[in-house]
């Protein structure tokens, strides 16, 4: 009888203690909570259009967005032009939370939603902060983990915590804050399709070159002296994509040319020339086990006009692209070869 007095005893504080967390981490299900239903940030979408700066701070990272004459900037980046969809998409989500259910008041506790201090190391929260032309703070949270359709209907749900409030919220909306400062990037260079070009010559660090050519715009591209006696290329068409690299151009990352000198030697060179006179020149160096490319045009009649918007776009940068691409800008003819079958 005692024991099972006992076990009756433990059950019942077991269940208790469970109760506690759950209320601790659920916060309150009272509905009659005033902010329930409203909007988070109740001003700011009447002043989107007073918005001058934004930002965001997760972990160790800071990501900075002001606003130019026309476009938006990634000040961590020397003032690059930002992904202008992505931030307009940030700043409606901002001005269309609403607070759904209030949760836990328990510091110990913000780490579940993601709603701790922002700016630590181990910090997984983001501190965001939205400010006008005269530096006026008009909207901070410290957004959390997000959730895929929580609240049914296609309606997500976001946690989140104003700053210096203990209270924390499940929301409704959305916010897409994944990833570094460089997914904030406008990423398009320019494009030279792969049926515009005419040549395409890569130089090795070591100064070792290989030329891709053709006659005409319909012909397959060829290498511009014989292969080696005993070799022959890989199967398909390997000498396309190599030539063909600047269709569809984009970075991965970006910096201002005065961050580093590239060397005079030991460096790679890409030219690629088009049927109407275009050309552009690539110097790859490596730094930091990131390979960044300094890219120049030129070019005259037709292609006067391409080269000049080239070089608006490029000239005082230097750039750094996925791997495959860079991969591309550093052909070889031993790259290009099959190689040897083993015996």
Known sequence: MRQRHLL????????????????????????ND????????PDLGQRLQSVDRVTM??????????????????????????????????????????????????PTLYARLGVEDAGKPDSKSTLITVADTEGKLLADIIAGKSKYDELGGGDDGLYLRRPGDVQSWLARGSLDLAGDNGVWLDKTLFDVPAATV???????????????VR?????????????????????????AEPAGALASLELADVQPATAFALPQSGIAHARFTTFDG?????????RDKTSW???????????????????????????AFPDYKTGLFKTTLAGLIEPAKSS
């Open 8 to 31: 009756i005893l433990l059950a019942v504080a077991a269940l208790a203690v469970a109760l506690a967390v759950v209320s601790s981490v659920g916060g309150s299900t009272a509905q």
């Open 34 to 41: 005033p902010l329930v239903g409203t909007l988070v940030l």
């Open 57 to 106: 701070v997760r972990g160790t990272q800071k990501v900075t967005l002001t606003r130019a004459a026309n476009d938006w900037r990634v000040e961590e980046k020397g003032g690059w032009p930002a992904d202008a969809t992505r931030v307009r998409h940030l700043l409606l989500g901002l001005a269309e939370l609403r607070y759904v259910e209030p949760k836990t008041r328990e």
């Open 198 to 212: 005419k040549e395409a010559v890569f130089v090795a660090a070591n100064g070792e070159a290989v030329a891709i």
């Open 215 to 239: 006659a005409a715009a319909g012909d397959k591209f060829r290498l511009a002296t014989p292969t080696p006696k005993g070799k022959k290329l890989k199967d398909g068409n390997p000498l």
């Open 278 to 286: 275009l050309t552009v020149t690539l110097d790859i160096a490596d």
């Open 293 to 319: 490319v300094r890219i120049a045009a030129t070019g005259s009649g037709a292609a006067a006009a391409k080269a000049q918007a080239i070089n608006a776009k490029v000239h005082g940068w230097l750039f």
